[in-house]
C-alpha cells in the first residue's frame, strides 16, 4: 500500500501533483470576491481552468466587463504557470 498525504510524500505529494498539472482551485484567485466565488461553486465550478471555458458564467454572477477580463487574465496566468509572486499553491492557500 502507497500512502499520500496533501504534502507528502516529498516529489509526489497531492499538492506536487496539482500543481504539476496546474489544477487550481478557483478560490485561489485574488481577483473574485468570496460571494463571486460561492456563486461560481454553486454553478458546478472548481478549478480556475474552468472558468476560461464558462466565461458566461463570470456575466450570469453579476460581474462587469473589466473585473471579467481581470478573472480572466488571472485564470490564464496561473494555467500557463505565472503564479502571483511565483508562489505554489499551499503558500497561496495559506496568505
Known amino acids: 500500500m502507497h ?13 506536487e501533483r496539482l500543481e504539476n498539472a496546474r489544477l487550481y482551485p478557483l478560490t485561489l484567485l485574488h481577483s473574485l ?29 453579476g460581474l462587469d466587463e473589466p473585473k471579467i477580463r481581470k478573472v480572466i487574465k488571472e485564470c490564464r496566468d496561473l494555467h500557463e504557470g505565472v503564479e502571483p509572486g511565483n508562489r505554489g499553491i499551499v503558500e497561496q492557500a495559506n496568505s
Open 3 to 15: 500512502l499520500m498525504g496533501w504534502d507528502h510524500p516529498r516529489g509526489t505529494s497531492l499538492v
Open 33 to 61: 470576491s468570496k460571494k463571486e466565488k460561492k456563486l461560481l461553486i454553486d454553478n458546478n465550478l472548481i478549478l480556475a481552468e474552468e472558468i476560461l471555458v464558462n466565461t458566461h458564467l463570470l456575466v450570469s454572477i
